[in-house]
Each structure stands twice: as C-alpha cells, then as structure tokens.
C-alpha cells in the first residue's frame, strides 16, 4: 500500500478503502497534489501492463488502484516477458510501438499509447528500426533485440527535462 502524502497538505488516504489518484499521474512530485479516491472492486482480467507508483508492475489500471496506488506517468517499472516500457503503460515487442508524446508542464499529463506496428514494418521476417525510421518516424528511438523483436519509442514534444534522445541500448 502507497503511504506518501497525497497532497499539499499532507493528507494519507485510509488504508484499505481509498488511494491517491495524483494530477497527471505524477505521483506526488514537489507542487503536484492528488485526491483521495475509493479503490475500485472487481477489476475485470484484461492483461494491459501498467507502471504504479510504488514502482510494481500490474496487470491493468484498475488492478494497481485497487492495491491502494496509482498508476505512474514516468516512474521505472519491471516490463512483463514480451513487453517493454512506454510511459505508465507497456507495448508488446515486435507488435506495437510507443508513441509518447511528452509534456514539460505539470499541468499537463504525459500522452502515450501502445500503437500497433504498421503492416509494412510488421512481418518478423523483415521488421526492422530501419523500415519504421524509413517510412513512418525518421529518428524514432529503436531496438531490435533480436529478428522480429522491434522495440520502438516514438518521442515527441517536450523539452528540457524531457527525453532527449533514445535510452542508452537504443
């Protein structure tokens, strides 16, 4: 269970029936305030992967908020086998790509979506960064850990403190 402050005023929301839904799903960084919420009950078996504050994986949104966190706009989190990180969520590899679109202003929540890879880049046989980089991003952040496994990140916006160019491994 999440046990920081959930807000300015230092409000920790009651253990088993609520968690801090923070703006913007920060988690609570120095400005940025969040409200109590009540924790969801029975979350339905969709495997959507997500990133919580708390730093865990889970399975979907709702499976994090029912353990008392919210899920986390940019915080590192274990990706699940056949997945990799993109923001809060996770793309399947080698069947989607990232498409992140950064903010720079708190105020404003991060976009990022799961895309699916397009069909002239998907084929295992020939999917590669330089197709994806050839005909729908120039200069996308890429990977391919091994034939058909493409991992791709597609950044745009931001500046500043945002990323910048491509994770090193890239």
Not at 53 to 79: F, Q
Not at 81 to 105: A, I, K, M, R
Not at 145 to 165: K, L, M, T
Request: net charge negative; charged share 20%; with cysteine.
């Amino acid at each position: 269970m999440w046990t920081e402050p959930c807000n300015k005023a230092g409000e920790v929301c009651s253990g088993a029936q609520e968690y801090c839904e923070y703006e913007n799903n920060r988690c609570n960084p120095v400005g940025v305030s969040g409200s109590c919420k009540e924790r969801p009950q029975g979350c339905d078996d969709t495997f959507a992967p997500v990133c919580a504050c708390d730093g865990k994986t889970y399975g979907n949104g709702c499976e994090a908020r029912a353990a008392g966190v919210d899920v986390a706009d940019r915080a590192e989190c274990p990706a699940p086998e056949g997945y990799f990180p993109c923001g809060h969520l996770f793309c399947q590899t080698g069947l989607t790509y990232c498409h992140w679109n950064w903010s720079v202003q708190p105020s404003f929540a991060d976009l990022v979506e799961c895309v699916p890879i397009p069909k002239s880049c998907d084929d295992p046989a020939t999917a590669s960064c330089d197709c994806f980089n050839a005909n729908y991003f120039p200069g996308a952040c890429c990977a391919s850990p091994s034939a058909g496994a493409v991992q791709i990140v597609v950044i745009e916006g931001g500046s500043g403190e945002g990323p910048s160019g491509c994770k090193e491994g890239w």
